[in-house]
């Protein structure tokens, strides 16, 4: 297999934005505290304490999220840019449409012309975008179409309410909840 800037941003080894599922999070934490004992093996003990109170911690508040997220089950989603595939796998969201034709490049005027013609006839719930991603083909998207229009933070700092790994799902949580929960519908 050939890979080349031409064919848009492209990730050689695979999907790298696995952060956007919290129970990825939970491997990276095992994996980083046993290599922190390794290294460090007089401080081991302090490290797996240290694991053992995040995952207590984190394996409750995913129990939170997915309550909350289990309207959002079924509901089809336009994304950016497929930086959403394991938020999408974790709350069972459904891509319909990418803006991206090519990963990593913007839009052409043909390519959100098609997507206005899909999503006329089969509609999404929400046109997901990151805070650092050009607002423009998505507003363009949602203008035409009704359907709104999102920033996930998709990152810790994303928005002024993503400020750690909680506040990062329990704003994003709370955005798709709004944007797409039982009231919205």
């Not at 997220?69 to 959403?84: C, E, F, N, Q, T």
């Amino acid at each position: 297999t050939v890979l080349d800037r031409a064919q848009g941003d492209l990730h050689a080894q695979g999907n790298p934005h696995i952060q956007t599922d919290p129970r990825n999070l939970t491997i990276v934490a095992r994996v980083i505290a046993q290599r922190l004992q390794q290294i460090d093996a007089t401080n081991a003990a302090i490290y797996q304490q240290g694991l053992i109170a995040f995952e207590t911690r984190w394996s409750a508040a995913i129990a939170v999220w997915q309550r909350q997220g289990a309207s959002l089950r079924g509901k089809k989603v336009v994304l950016h840019h497929k930086s959403w595939v394991y938020l999408n796998h974790w709350l069972g969201l459904v891509e319909v449409a990418t803006l991206e034709s090519k990963p990593g490049v913007l839009p052409s005027a043909a390519h959100l012309n098609e997507l206005l013609a899909q999503l006329q006839a089969t509609p999404a719930a929400l046109i997901i975008r990151t805070p650092y991603q050009d607002a423009k083909p998505s507003d363009w998207l949602s203008k035409r179409t009704g359907i709104p229009n999102a920033a996930l933070p998709f990152t810790v700092g994303g928005d002024p309410d993503a400020t750690d790994l909680y506040s990062l799902f329990d704003a994003t949580l709370s955005i798709l909840v709004d944007k797409m929960g039982p009231k919205s519908e």
